[in-house]
């Protein structure tokens, strides 16, 4: 069946390619893209062409400009996560495996070392900062503030110590959800969906998304929280420097686009006009695709079974069935990670957002691993040599 409108001019198609759209019509003689012409000239189906955007990706081999320019432009060591076999492993260990355990339990065992809760003091700077940003301000506006509070707060966190470090980061994740608005809680997630006046059934879902979210390869939020750890920035400000890249369309904030994409789907609107109108950003189909992974991602494969016996469980699986059909069908592309919490805070009638938080606090626990990877190779080993090329 033939998209709804809105469908893409070609200039639009052109502008999703990075294309001259002299370059859209050569595809179109070729073959490569078809098109209909209507009153307003030739339109495309956005599917179609996120298909083939994709494909591009996967098939090129052209040789970079310069040695030193293009990807990667560098391989970072890690014996954190791997994917083999279309698999997450931690450390060797299946994700999936670990998802039943709390994630508390599997953090300590991630960074070998002892779990101490944030201070009273120091959740209060975090809740003043939160309180103080605007009522319309978004979950990773209240994620950077409420980490400023607890840096703040900290007169020792200049001291790259392992120790240091790992009381950082438990103090993220234990204060966090307190800072956001949840109730202490020896459950981490229960701690955080209490912020969201989630029903408790909404906790072992959350739970196991917070373990198959800590780490995953060299993501560019990761990357950036390994920079500033080169540089020796204390572990507030090298997960600082992790939240400004992952708050971007590409990364964790896909999350919260795929979220809102479901939620159209789930109040009735075709899959077909909802895919439409979410790729007018030009950042591909969100929910959808991951290059590590050769079908559905590993963790949104781990994630799904668990969303039945939320709430609006069923309701939303039914959902996601619908638009994974049509992007199947068009794409081929695959439901990744963001599409399963996207339904999981649907399910669980949390807010969109709710799906970046989850997101972040999950992946602050691969964040500090990765920084005291950092902290014990030589200083400012990150910093890249600009070459110059203007005139």
Do not use: C
Not at 25 to 53: C, K, P, Q
Not at 110 to 124: C, Q, S, Y
Not at 176 to 202: C, E, F, K, N, Q
Not at 345 to 355: F, Q, T, V, Y
């Amino acid at each position: 069946m033939a998209s709804p409108l809105p469908r893409l001019t070609a200039a639009q198609v052109a502008a999703r390619l990075g294309v001259k759209p002299e370059t859209v019509y050569a595809y179109v003689s070729r073959g490569l893209l078809r098109r209909e012409r209507d009153a307003h000239g030739s339109m495309f189906d956005a599917l179609e062409v996120e298909a083939f955007a994709a494909s591009r990706r996967r098939t090129a081999t052209r040789a970079p400009a310069h040695p030193t320019t293009g990807m990667p432009l560098a391989v970072v060591q890690t014996d954190i996560a791997d994917i083999e076999d279309g698999e997450l492993l931690y450390r060797g260990r299946r994700a999936r495996d670990l998802i039943d355990r709390p994630f508390a339990e599997v953090v300590a065992w991630l960074w070998d070392a002892e779990r101490v809760d944030a201070p009273d003091p120091a959740i209060g700077s975090a809740r003043e900062m939160v309180a103080a940003l605007p009522p319309h301000a978004g979950a990773m506006d209240r994620l950077r503030a409420a980490v400023t509070g607890f840096a703040a707060d900290d007169p020792l966190r200049h001291d790259t110590s392992r120790a240091t470090l790992h009381r950082i980061g438990w103090t993220l994740l234990t204060g966090l959800p307190v800072a956001l608005g949840g109730d202490p809680h020896p459950d981490i997630a229960r701690s955080l969906t209490r912020a969201w006046g989630a029903p408790a059934s909404a906790d072992g879902a959350v739970n196991a998304a917070l373990v198959l979210l800590i780490d995953h390869d060299l993501a560019v939020s990761t990357f950036a929280a390994r920079v500033a750890a080169s540089a020796r920035a204390d572990g507030y400000a090298a997960v600082s420097a992790a939240l400004g890249a992952a708050d971007s369309p590409l990364h964790i904030s896909a999350a919260t686009r795929t979220a809102r994409l479901l939620t159209r789907v789930r109040r009735g609107l075709e899959p077909e006009r909802a895919l439409a109108e979410a790729l007018r950003d030009g950042n591909g189909i969100p929910g959808f695709g991951h290059p590590l992974y050769p079908g559905v991602d590993d963790r949104a494969d781990a994630l799904f079974p668990l969303l039945t016996g939320l709430p609006d469980g069923d309701a939303t699986m039914a959902a996601v069935h619908r638009l994974a059909e049509v992007v199947a069908d068009r794409t081929r592309l695959r439901p990744n990670v963001d599409l399963a919490l996207a339904a999981l805070a649907s399910g669980a009638r949390l807010p969109d957002d709710a799906a970046s938080t989850i997101f972040v606090v999950g992946r602050i626990a691969g964040w500090i691993a990765h920084i005291a990877a950092e902290y014990g190779e030589p200083a400012m080993r990150l910093r890249p040599r600009g070459e110059y090329v203007g005139r």
